[in-house]
């Protein structure tokens, strides 16, 4: 498709279980990121990736999170232990990230309940 | 550090009326400056941007210019409609920071007829 997308759409989980998110960026931007949209935290930044690396992990809040992408394309986002706290949506963007062309382009995201 | 600073919402207009959703910033560097709207059930869109100072940025009617002197990037639209009930969001980037976005809280928009 056209523009970066996630899934899942939705994902309840119980206490304790890990998830994995999974973000597919626009084809050809080498740089994408994860945020967290939470009611009490608003928009936050959790880590960035220039291709495969992650240069930029400073926003992930605990050890439980941890993400990785594969050739430069697919991230997945993973929780670990899950807890309640970690509701919330997950976006994922990308971008060319080319001086004059580092514009941003979000995924739909992936709501996540942790009961 | 860097942080952004919207007004809080919500903030409720009819058709037609013109609108101004404040937003301040503090950044080390030279930051480029975004608005982005969510509609209702959909996810982030950019609206606008601005990378220097004294640049606008506009779409869709709205338009909104990076003062430095005021460390401002106040959203203006001169007659909304029903359908720019959103949520809008100033956020910063500055460069050789990996480019990573700094949101503010966001403000809610509703319209009505």
């Known amino acids: 498709g056209a523009g970066v997308s996630q899934s899942p759409s939705n994902k309840v989980t119980e206490k304790g279980k890990d998830v994995e998110l999974r973000c597919d960026p626009i084809s050809g931007h080498t740089a994408l990121y994860w945020y967290r949209q939470s009611l009490g935290q608003g928009l936050e930044f959790l880590i960035y990736f220039q291709g495969n690396s992650a240069p930029d992990k400073s926003g992930l809040p605990s050890d439980r999170f941890s993400a990785e992408r594969t050739g430069g394309s697919v991230s997945t986002l ?32 992936t709501r996540l309940l942790v009961l | 550090g860097n942080s952004v600073t919207q007004m809080e919402g919500p903030v409720t207009l009819s058709e037609e009326a013109f609108l101004t959703i404040n937003c301040t910033y503090t950044a080390t560097g030279y ?9 209702p059930g959909e996810g982030l869109q950019l609206l606008l941007k601005a990378t220097k100072a004294d640049d606008k ?38 460069s050789g920071g ?16």
């Open chain 1, 78 to 109: 993973t929780i670990q232990r899950t807890q309640q706290e970690d509701s919330a949506v997950y976006l994922c963007a990308s971008s060319l990230a080319q001086r004059g062309e580092e514009t941003q382009y979000f995924g739909p995201g």
């Open chain 2, 98 to 113: 990996y480019n990573k976005l700094i949101f503010g809280a966001g403000t809610r928009l509703a319209v009505h007829p």
């Open chain 2, 31 to 39: 930051p480029s400056l975004f608005w982005y709207v969510q509609y």
């Open chain 2, 57 to 94: 940025g506009s779409n869709k009617g709205f338009e909104a210019t990076y003062r430095k002197e005021t460390t401002s990037f106040h959203l203006e639209k001169g007659s909304v409609q029903v359908s720019d009930s959103a949520v809008y969001f100033c956020a910063l980037m500055v």
